[in-house]
């Protein structure tokens, strides 16, 4: 059974920093490219961030660059997210995708950003 479950998310002020967590299972997680995407009140989702399989290829949105950092684990099957100097714009439910000959999305976890 594939799975691919984010934690990590919650409420945090303008400023601060989260690191969200997807792990996989169910599937050959080192074969898979990895991104991340998110959905913001009102707004459709976005791809935020993604990773290529060995971990050395990156790239991130205009919005997140500079702030967020992609990241995985292939030993631990884990794909990370650091989110630091956190906006309220950076509000919505972030996601978990992967996909190489299929794609798998992981159920989302929320990141509030407010004062």
């Known amino acids: 059974q594939v799975q691919l479950v984010e934690s990590g998310g919650g409420l945090v002020q303008p400023g601060g920093s989260l690191r969200l967590s997807c792990a996989a299972s169910g599937f050959t997680f080192s074969n898979y490219a990895m991104r991340w995407y998110r959905q913001g009140p009102g707004k459709e989702r976005e791809l935020v961030a993604g990773?290529?399989?060995?971990?050395?290829?990156?790239a991130y949105a205009d919005s997140v660059k500079g702030r967020f950092t992609i990241s995985r684990d292939n030993a631990k099957k884990t794909v990370y997210l650091q989110m630091n100097s956190l906006k309220p714009e950076d509000t919505a439910v972030y996601y978990c995708?992967?996909?190489?000959?299929?794609?798998?999305w992981g159920q989302g976890t929320q990141v509030t950003v407010s004062s």
């Open positions: 995708y992967a996909f190489y000959v299929r794609e798998h």
């Open positions: 990773i290529g399989t060995g971990g050395g290829s990156t």
